[in-house]
């Protein structure tokens, strides 16, 4: 069966260092996320891509996040300056139609990521 | 902003006992979703449920949507060992804003003891 695939597993960084958290969706999925789940707490949305460009986004996903899919392939999480509290697990998910139409989210493994 | 209770948090259960854990919501939500997540991995995909009252059954779990669209219950008939986890419940929004995200609730984490 098809899945979602993250790189790397886990990425240890210093505070105020740039980060980029790769991710291979589903190929016929259109609609591609991130979420991320600080330790004992929910899963959280940031983000929302389809049709090259951000669908929606949340109150966490300020200036400092990016998103970007540079090939037909990859889909790529970018954080310029590392803060502390961006220390997280990090999923990427894809659908194929968007969440309001009933269509399941595909997750990855995720990417534990250790801000120091 | 849209909010899923899950109750308990915490569920510890011999072998072979049954148990149902909750989702609760004072919002509307097209569908709902079950997940199970093991430790150092993503959420897993268990079920959709998204007409009023509908009942879905996955072996041993039985997954219940609310009439109102506004809450759900997972049911384990038998529990065994290897059901330990966290299950979480997930809510796909109605069209509109916010249709691209899913909420999530906490989860109940379930510990079944042999």
């Known amino acids: 069966e098809p899945e979602v695939t993250q790189t790397p597993s886990h990425q240890v960084t210093q505070m105020g260092q740039e980060v980029i958290l790769r991710c291979v969706p589903i190929s016929n999925h259109l609609y591609f996320y991130w979420y991320r789940q600080i330790l004992g707490q929910k899963v959280e949305f940031l983000v929302s891509f389809y049709n090259n460009e951000i669908s929606e986004k949340s109150e966490i996903f300020d200036d400092q996040f990016s998103v970007e899919r540079p090939d037909g392939s990859n889909f790529t999480l970018k954080i310029r300056s590392t803060k502390l509290e961006d220390s997280a697990m990090y999923f990427c998910a894809s659908s194929p139609r968007q969440p309001s139409y009933n269509s399941p989210l595909h997750f990855g493994n995720g990417t534990r990521l250790t801000v120091t | 902003t849209q909010l899923l209770e899950q109750s308990p948090q915490f569920l510890s259960i011999q072998e072979g006992e049954n148990l149902t854990v909750y989702c609760n919501s004072s919002?509307?939500?097209?569908?709902l979703q079950w997940y199970r997540q093991e430790p150092g991995e993503g959420p897993v995909l268990l079920v959709t449920v998204v007409t009023g009252g509908e009942v879905k059954k996955l072996k041993r779990l039985t997954f219940q949507f609310g009439d109102a669209r506004k809450d759900s219950s997972l049911h384990i008939t038998a529990a065994q060992t290897g059901d330990t986890g966290l299950y979480l419940c997930a809510g796909s929004p109605l069209s509109g804003a916010g249709s691209y995200q899913l909420t999530f609730g906490k989860g109940t984490k379930l510990s079944v003891i042999p």
């Open positions: 919002s509307v939500f097209s569908s």
